[in-house]
Structures are given as C-alpha cells and as structure tokens.
C-alpha cells in the first residue's frame, strides 16, 4: 500500500537535508512499485524519470498521479549523491523544486475533486438561496479548473455550458461529469445578479439551473458506465470493474490505459481491449488512492 502525506508534511524547498531525508524514509514508494511493477519497475521508473523531469526543465509544473511524483523525488533524493549534489541547496536548486511543486498540487487536486456532494445535498426545487449559496460555497470546483485548463479555462467552460444548454432543449443533459456540472452550476449561480434572478424560485425557474441539478443528482446515483464527459475534463480517470476484479487507469497526459487486478501487480494496456471497454460501458468511477492500493468494491 502506498502511504501519502499530508500537504503540511511535504518538504520545502530550503529545509535541510535531514528533514528532506526523515521524509523520504517514511513516504518512499519504492517496495510498492517494485511489486506493482516486477521486472518492469527499473525501465518504467526511468520513463516516468524523463516524462516527470522534462517539464521541470521547461520551468512547468509537472503533472501525474501524486504517488508517481512521489517516487519520482525520492528517486531524485537517493541519486542525489551520485550526481553531484551534496548540500541541500545544490538539491533544492535542481529538479526537486518542480517535483515537491507538483506533488503539492496533485495533493490538493486530489483532495478538493474528491469532495463531491451526496445526492441528498443537491439543492433541489423548493429550497432558498442562503441554500444554493452554501452549497456552492462548499463545492465549487473553479479554483481547481482554473489551475487544470489555464488561459483555456473561459473557452472550455463556456464550451460546457452552451453543449448542455443545446442538450436541455432536447430534452435532458445526458453527458456529463459530476465535475463538470458543479463547475457550471456555480458559474452560474455567481452570475445570478447579473441576470437578475434574485430569488431562490427564479433560479430553481431557470431551465438550465434545474437541468444541471437533474443531472448531479443522476450521476452521483450512477451505478455503472463512465460517460464519455469524465474523459474530457482533464483528469486521471480511474475505473473499477468489479464483475472481473480488475482496476484500471486511464492517464490523461499520455492518453494510455493500465490495468491491475485486485491481487496486484500492474500492466499497460494495449487498445483497442475488450475488458477496457467493458469497464467504462459497466464499471464504476474509483479513486486514485483505492487504485493503487489495488482495492475494489464499494468503500
């Protein structure tokens, strides 16, 4: 099982080379790659090397499963002294910076997309607006969306909106990401004034304020099937397919698929895969955390 810390226990760049390594010692993944990955672990942990690391040398972010930034910067950290880097700051001063910077923001990602209403919470017809306005304090996902699609984030928002309003008019929204709808739910609840919709019954009035709410409520009770939306948001997708205990991720900055049974061990999927796509036609949507710990079922 591979253990993260908290966001308050990652180190910083400037800290010293012992709490660098006390930090090491108690979150290193290594083991549990190595029995994920068997023989394959030393030529895939060097791919992730290279594909981790070259956005770091452009001066970006990088963008991964935090458990996969965390071993890249412990593997970064053991090979420190046959590069060279002897002092914490020669370290701080390489690629540990942008390494720690994206498990930071993969750890937030992680812990802010997971907060998704029950179907219960929903603000239905009837309810006020000190209601609406708590809820969408509580779950509004546009700080993360904004940080995800960058100088896209308007178009792609606006993209959403104006394909689930055309969806509306014949009839209901029926592709949607539970994401995607809380983002433009709360976008549009922010723009409320300027529309003059100034009481809680002329929001729940506006067809396409009561075609989102129909549609949270619709997926956060979806027992199987991933819709086609979730792929498009920018996000890992991770998928449990009980009927043949297996898990599956689908890597959204490569596009390739992995496999893992819930006995362990993972595989790259070659596409087109039948058990690939049965699992998105009859799976259900998991965790990145559940993932990796190779746990299907309910939880």
Same mark, same amino acid.
């Given at each position: 099982?591979?253990?993260?810390?908290?966001?308050?226990?990652?180190?910083?760049?400037?800290?010293?080379?012992?709490?660098?390594?006390?930090?090491?010692?108690?979150?290193?993944?290594?083991?549990?790659?190595?029995?994920?990955?068997?023989?394959?672990?030393?030529?895939?942990?060097?791919?992730?090397?290279?594909?981790?690391?070259?956005?770091?040398?452009?001066?970006?972010?990088?963008?991964?499963?935090?458990?996969?930034?965390?071993?890249?910067?412990?593997?970064?950290?053991?090979?420190?002294?046959?590069?060279?880097?002897?002092?914490?700051?020669?370290?701080?001063?390489?690629?540990?910076?942008?390494?720690?910077?994206?498990?930071?923001?993969?750890?937030?990602?992680?812990?802010?997309?997971?907060?998704?209403?029950?179907?219960?919470?929903?603000?239905?017809?009837?309810?006020?607006?000190?209601?609406?306005?708590?809820?969408?304090?509580?779950? *509004? &996902?546009?700080?993360?969306?904004? $940080?995800?699609? #960058? /100088?896209?984030?308007? !178009? @792609?928002?606006?993209?959403?909106?104006?394909?689930?309003?055309?969806?509306?008019?014949?009839?209901?929204?029926?592709?949607?990401?539970?994401?995607?709808?809380?983002?433009?739910?709360?976008?549009?609840?922010?723009?409320?004034? *300027? &529309?003059?919709?100034?009481?809680? $019954?002329?929001? #729940? /009035?506006?067809?396409? !304020? @009561?075609?989102?709410?129909?549609?949270?409520?619709?997926?956060?009770?979806?027992?199987?099937?991933?819709?086609?939306?979730?792929?498009?948001?920018?996000?890992?997708?991770?998928?449990?397919?009980?009927?043949?205990?297996?898990?599956?991720?689908?890597?959204?900055?490569?596009?390739?698929?992995?496999?893992?049974?819930?006995?362990?061990?993972?595989?790259?999927?070659?596409?087109?895969?039948?058990?690939?796509?049965?699992?998105?036609?009859?799976?259900?949507?998991?965790?990145?955390?559940?993932?990796?710990?190779?746990?299907?079922?309910?939880?």
């Amino acid at each position: 099982m591979i253990r993260l810390p908290g966001i308050d226990e990652l180190p910083w760049p400037g800290c010293d080379r012992r709490q660098v390594g006390r930090f090491v010692d108690r979150y290193d993944p290594t083991e549990c790659f190595l029995k994920l990955w068997g023989s394959e672990y030393r030529a895939r942990a060097e791919a992730l090397d290279d594909e981790l690391l070259l956005p770091v040398r452009a001066g970006q972010i990088p963008a991964a499963d935090p458990e996969e930034l965390l071993l890249a910067f412990c593997r970064l950290w053991h090979m420190a002294p046959g590069g060279g880097i002897d002092s914490a700051e020669r370290f701080w001063a390489g690629l540990a910076t942008g390494l720690v910077r994206g498990l930071r923001r993969q750890l937030e990602w992680s812990r802010f997309a997971a907060r998704l209403p029950g179907r219960d919470e929903v603000p239905g017809p009837g309810c006020d607006l000190k209601q609406v306005a708590a809820f969408v304090d509580r779950y *509004d &996902l546009t700080g993360m969306f904004r $940080e995800l699609w #960058g /100088g896209e984030y308007e !178009a @792609r928002t606006e993209a959403l909106e104006a394909d689930w309003a055309l969806q509306l008019r014949h009839g209901a929204i029926h592709s949607a990401a539970p994401e995607g709808i809380l983002l433009v739910f709360s976008r549009l609840w922010r723009t409320v004034p *300027d &529309l003059g919709l100034d009481t809680a $019954e002329r929001f #729940g /009035g506006n067809p396409l !304020a @009561r075609g989102l709410e129909r549609a949270l409520r619709r997926e956060l009770t979806r027992d199987a099937g991933i819709p086609n939306a979730v792929f498009r948001l920018g996000l890992d997708v991770y998928v449990d397919y009980g009927f043949e205990n297996v898990l599956f991720r689908w890597v959204q900055r490569t596009g390739r698929v992995f496999r893992m049974f819930y006995e362990g061990g993972e595989w790259e999927v070659e596409l087109p895969n039948r058990l690939w796509d049965d699992a998105v036609r009859f799976g259900r949507r998991t965790t990145s955390e559940r993932y990796w710990m190779g746990v299907g079922g309910e939880g």
